[in-house]
């Protein structure tokens, strides 16, 4: 069972769009990282966001950890061919596990 | 800071046959990690080391170990080739050092495709 939950598992959408995806959980996580991966490349590091409530801003990438830190979401505008990759969230619970969503897959064409 | 280094980057085996992958982590950086990556199964944990000591597991078979040197380096061994092993091999380290940090930087990967 996956302990964080990531949706939707796949998005296609039109350069220019802007897109939305999440990452739930019903544990508390002190610190929640977003990566994203290319096809055969390691996931990289895109934020952490460490505080409930914090918004961080990554260019057009807008990063958000809830207020109770179980949740955040990653809201890309005026989406580029170059986001496509596919969107991991990763946290540690409370039992000190690091714990990874099975990743969002982010297609965006031209 | 160079970044962490995974070699080979490709690997072609026969069923049967053992493995052994090399990672380098960040310099500075005492814990590595590695991961499995399928596409059904997605990112899965194999085994953490930190200071040469392993210090989590996850639920792989005996066949798949790993270690780690003085200069933190670690390597990871799949014995006994199958099918099945072939994946995406993710080695990602972590500094561990200053309080506690969750962040993972990973390696490029070795893809493994056993025969």
């Known amino acids: 069972t996956q302990l964080l939950e990531q949706s939707p598992q796949f998005l296609s959408i039109q350069e220019g769009e802007n897109l939305t995806v999440y990452c739930n959980s019903s544990?508390?996580?002190?610190?929640l990282q977003w990566y994203r991966q290319e096809p055969g490349e390691g996931p990289v590091l895109l934020v952490t966001?460490?505080?409930?409530?914090e918004v961080k801003k990554l260019k057009r990438l807008t990063f958000q950890f809830g207020d109770a830190r179980k949740d955040s979401s990653l809201h890309i505008t005026a989406a580029q061919p170059g986001d496509t990759g596919l969107y991991l969230c990763?946290?540690?619970?409370?039992?000190?596990?690091?714990?990874f969503g099975a990743g969002t897959q982010v297609v965006v064409t031209p | 800071k160079a970044g962490v280094t995974q070699t080979p980057r490709y690997l072609i085996k026969t069923r049967g046959q053992q493995v052994t992958l090399s990672c380098s982590p960040i310099s500075g950086h005492r814990s590595v990690s590695w991961y499995q990556q399928t596409p059904g199964q997605g990112l899965q944990f194999l085994f953490e080391y930190f200071s040469e000591t392993q210090r989590n597991k996850g639920n792989f078979p005996g066949r798949f170990s790993g270690r780690q040197f003085s200069n933190s380096r670690s390597e990871m061994n799949v014995s006994t080739l199958e099918l099945g092993d072939s994946a995406l091999y993710l080695c990602a380290s972590q500094s561990r050092t200053s309080g506690y940090t969750d962040t993972q930087y990973f390696g490029p990967g070795t893809r493994l495709t056993v025969l």
């Open positions: 990763s946290g540690t619970d409370s039992w000190g596990k690091l714990q």
């Open positions: 966001v460490v505080t409930g409530g």
């Open positions: 544990s508390v996580f002190s610190s």
